[in-house]
């Protein structure tokens, strides 16, 4: 016990130095990650922020506990952390202090908000951060945590994902929310207005097949889905009048894929391992049109291994909710030719996601 009580209490007298009270702070900053997170999650669940929107004033702690029905102490402290997070504005009056949303708030985090990411925050706070739980036994055994986070059989990923209509939807409304934001750097990466016949596999709600008719007036696209998935945009995304976007009902994997242009395929072979993506890739390139292509959306690790974070982190995260990773470049041109594509291009946004084109 002396050697031990020795050692911590020399290298206390240690932290002094600028190098080690720097990597501290940087420790803290990442503990304090979690903590940030659960913050803003809490604050947009309990809708403090389009209250503050709806309301068109700034409004008293005591006030914003009441309307939401939480305690007075609890709601004091949530909103002093969302200032200090700058997700909120506050003004001390004699009668105490009054709160307003900052313009990020106000864009980003209400409902209503011209770019809210609200439904993909809740995704995150009650699907994704129960995965997360179990990093854990997911880095230990290699294989997505369905099956401990929600007790649901994870051999069918997409299953698991789906597992009721209000977590189809949830899940809609976050990939909706990406896309209005990074849709349309994606597919202006390159020129895709010689493809007028277009399909996109997975399209889901069909947010990014409704900036490809925007961005390209000529094109027209089909979103390539399951039944349900069709189903639930129908009823919830996709207006019937909409007469450029239309809807066919499979599984890629397993049911024909009908002959088109371009084909997009947005954030999906990131769900599977390679073998599964060679697999798709090729299905793809047999029934693409003579000169056509294939335009894959994913975001791209460096070849190196030294990131992005974000792509590092979102690799982790396929680990505990798929079957699949994120990739380099260099790991996504080989796919593409192992499926028979004979040309390949890369174009970087510099935004979240980058685009790559495999041409038949």
């Not at 097949?209 to 945009?233: G, M, Q, R, W």
């Not at 890629?252 to 060679?278: G, M, S, T």
């Not at 291994?305 to 080989?334: I, W």
Request: hydrophobic residues 40%.
């Amino acid at each position: 016990m002396k050697r031990e009580r020795g050692f911590f209490t020399d290298r206390c007298r240690k932290m002094n130095s600028t190098e080690d009270l720097e990597y501290l702070q940087i420790l803290i900053q990442y503990q304090n990650g979690f903590l940030i997170s659960k913050v803003m999650f809490t604050a947009c669940e309990l809708g403090i922020f389009d209250l503050l929107r709806e309301s068109k004033e700034i409004l008293s702690t005591k006030t914003i506990a009441e309307r939401l029905g939480s305690s007075i102490r609890g709601m004091e402290r949530l909103l002093d952390a969302c200032v200090g997070l700058k997700l909120l504005r506050v003004d001390m009056k004699q009668e105490g202090a009054f709160y307003g949303n900052t313009e990020i708030s106000n864009l980003y985090l209400t409902k209503s908000g011209p770019k809210s990411q609200y439904h993909n925050l809740m995704y995150y706070s009650k699907t994704i951060y129960l995965c997360w739980h179990y990093l854990t036994d997911a880095i230990r055994e290699g294989k997505n945590q369905y099956e401990r986070a929600f007790g649901i059989p994870s051999k069918d990923v997409f299953e698991a994902l789906y597992r009721s209509e209000e977590e189809m939807i949830k899940f809609m409304y976050g990939l909706n929310a990406t896309w209005s934001i990074c849709g349309r750097d994606v597919l202006a990466a390159f020129n895709l207005s010689p493809f007028t016949v277009i399909y996109d596999l997975g399209g889901g709600a069909g947010a990014l097949a409704h900036e490809c008719i925007s961005l390209y007036p000529n094109c027209s696209v089909t979103i390539f889905d399951l039944p349900k998935v069709v189903e639930t945009a129908k009823k919830h995304f996709v207006s019937s009048e909409e007469q450029r976007i239309t809807f066919h009902e499979g599984d890629f994997f397993k049911d024909p894929i009908p002959e088109a242009d371009l084909y997009i395929l947005a954030r999906i072979l990131h769900d599977w391992a390679d073998e599964k993506c060679v697999q798709l890739l090729t299905k793809v390139q047999k029934v693409c049109k003579p000169g056509g292509g294939v335009l894959l959306v994913e975001t791209l690790l460096n070849e190196d291994k030294s990131g992005p974070l974000e792509s590092q982190l979102y690799s982790l995260n396929m680990l505990v909710q798929t079957e699949g990773k994120e990739r380099t470049a260099a790991e996504f041109t080989k796919l593409l030719i192992a499926a028979g594509f004979l040309e390949t291009e890369i174009k970087r946004t510099g935004k979240l996601y980058d685009a790559i084109l495999g041409r038949k």
